[in-house]
Nanobody, 121 residues
Framework: QVQLVESGGGLGQAGGSLRLSCAAS????????MGWYRQVPGKQRELVAV???????NYVDSVKGRFTISRDNAKNSVYLQMNSLKPEDTAVYYC???????????????WGQGTQVTVSS
């Protein structure tokens, strides 16, 4: 059993900052890519940022230069530092991780429960 637990969402102001955290726990053999997605009502979930096991990152254009993704492999955790927030960043943010639960197991994607981020103008 694997769980991803997010924290750090809430209310922020335009131009301000928030930091999201996500910790994976359970039967974890290895974690490959970890990422953050977001979703607003009526729209598809979109990838915000991803980081692979080697630390290489990628961002959606709308957050480049404002958001920073990082991970702590020792803690099975991923973080999203969000600076220069905009009202359009308002969404539910989901953590995702590609995890193997054993040497012969297939890599599966796991999701957190989501955390609301609301940015006021």
């Amino acid at each position: 059993q694997v769980q991803l637990v997010e924290s750090g969402g809430g209310l922020g102001q335009a131009g301000g900052s928030l930091r999201l955290s996500c910790a994976a726990s359970g039967s974890i053999f290895s974690i490959n890519a970890m990422g953050w997605y977001r979703q607003v009502p009526g729209k598809q979930r979109e990838l915000v940022a991803v980081i692979n096991s080697g630390g290489i990152t990628n961002y959606v254009d709308s957050v480049k230069g404002r958001f920073t993704i990082s991970r702590d492999n020792a803690k099975n955790s991923v973080y999203l530092q969000m600076n220069s927030l905009k009202p359009e960043d308002t969404a539910v943010y989901y953590c995702n991780a590609d995890i193997k639960t054993g040497w012969t197991a297939r890599t599966r994607g796991y999701w957190g429960q989501g955390t609301q981020v609301t940015v006021s103008s």
